[in-house]
């Protein structure tokens, strides 16, 4: 039987919002610069249609409105969504929800009915209660902030050590190969912990490729790029990569409770390792305004082809985003 973990894909939907802004040395400029991709904007406001799948359900197709702040800061709302019609509807819950992220807090709001919302901190011990518990049994995740930092670290590229050399064989003779290795193993690409990524570009300063490395050396995946357009500022962008991700699985543990009679209840482990299904992100980029590179769609398969997520930007505004979007209190705007 297949797993896969559903949700509403934030890092899907947001990681690529606004892209690191990078401070190169002047004697890797030229080479870097492919790396580049160009302005970072002053803010962003996207509504996206997204399509994912999961275990005991239905396809769900949810349309979301997100907000990104120019520190990256980001808020996902879940505007409206299609039921599976004849169908039990186990994320019910989920409509009206919220998703805000303003370092270091994680703040889930579970309907715009309920100003209640849960909190996720970095450094919390033991596992977070996904509030997903059923008569049946409960389901807990590992704890976020890990992830959190991941995304925080990625942003912070001039903490990233860096080291440019041209290839000298090989299929990639001649292009230049930009290592570059985090302050610390960072985990935001399910399943696996990230060490190191290398770029490859190429004489005319295109990015062609990339492959990322976990902490033991070995490449977990790697993406080519392509369609290639050109900025207001002369630099070649890729529009269009594909990134192939090895399997793995991630922490979790699902439990069933049982009782028959007058006999007292028992709970097992259905699981402790949920296999993760991902194995393929097709991404398309656009230009806005001439300086912008956003997302267009992103869409994530298995290792049979079938479409596991797919997010569709419906829209992307580019524009400051006032600071009260990014609270979660009786006063706060609804988007």
């Given at each position: 039987m297949r797993r896969t973990t559903c949700g509403l894909g934030v890092m899907f939907v947001c990681g690529l919002a606004l892209g690191p802004s990078a401070h190169v040395s002047a004697d890797a400029e030229e080479a870097l610069s492919a790396l580049n991709w160009g302005a970072r904007p002053p803010g962003a406001r996207f509504?996206?249609?997204?399509?994912?799948?999961?275990?005991?359900?239905?396809?769900?197709?949810?349309?979301?409105?997100?907000?990104?702040?120019?520190s990256g800061e980001w808020r996902v709302d879940v505007d409206w969504r299609l039921a599976p019609a004849g169908k039990t509807d186990i994320f019910q819950y989920r409509e009206g929800m919220v998703y805000l992220w303003a370092d270091p807090v994680l703040t889930i709001l579970p309907s715009y009915l309920t100003r209640n919302p849960i909190r996720v901190r970095p450094?919390?011990?033991g596992q977070v209660d996904t509030g997903m518990a059923r008569s049946g049994?409960?389901?807990?995740?590992?704890?976020?902030?890990?992830?959190?930092?991941?995304?925080?670290?990625?942003?912070d590229w001039p903490a990233w050590t860096t080291s440019v050399e041209v290839v000298q064989a090989g299929p990639r003779?001649?292009?230049?190969?930009?290592?570059?290795?985090?302050?610390?193993?960072i985990k935001f690409l399910e399943p696996h912990v990230i060490a190191m990524q290398r770029y490859y570009v190429s004489?005319?300063?295109?990015l062609v490729g990339a492959e990322t490395y976990d902490p033991a050396g070995n490449v977990v995946a790697t993406t080519t790029y392509s369609d290639f357009a050109s900025l207001a500022s002369g630099a070649k962008v890729p529009l269009r990569s594909v990134t192939e991700m090895s399997p793995g699985s991630i922490g979790a543990r699902a439990t069933r409770t049982t009782?028959?009679?007058?006999?007292?209840?028992?709970?097992?482990?259905?699981?402790?390792?949920?296999p993760w299904a991902r194995c393929r992100v097709d991404r398309e980029m656009q230009v806005i305004d001439g300086k912008y590179v956003l997302p267009r769609r992103t869409t994530t398969s298995d290792r049979e082809g079938r479409v596991l997520d797919d997010v569709e930007y419906l829209s992307?505004?580019?524009?400051?985003?006032?600071?009260?979007?990014?609270?979660?209190?009786?006063?706060?705007?609804?988007?």
């Open positions: 509504r996206a249609q997204v399509f994912f799948t999961c275990e005991y359900q239905e396809p769900l197709s949810l349309v979301v409105v997100g907000h990104v702040g120019a450094g919390e011990a049994g409960s389901m807990n995740l590992p704890v976020v902030d890990v992830y959190l930092r991941g995304q925080k670290v990625m942003r003779a001649g292009q230049y190969a930009i290592t570059r290795k985090p302050p610390e193993p004489p005319d300063l295109r009782s028959i009679n007058d006999q007292p209840p028992k709970t097992e482990a259905v699981w402790e390792q949920l992307v505004e580019v524009g400051p985003v006032p600071d009260s979007i990014f609270r979660v209190d009786t006063e706060a705007p609804k988007p």
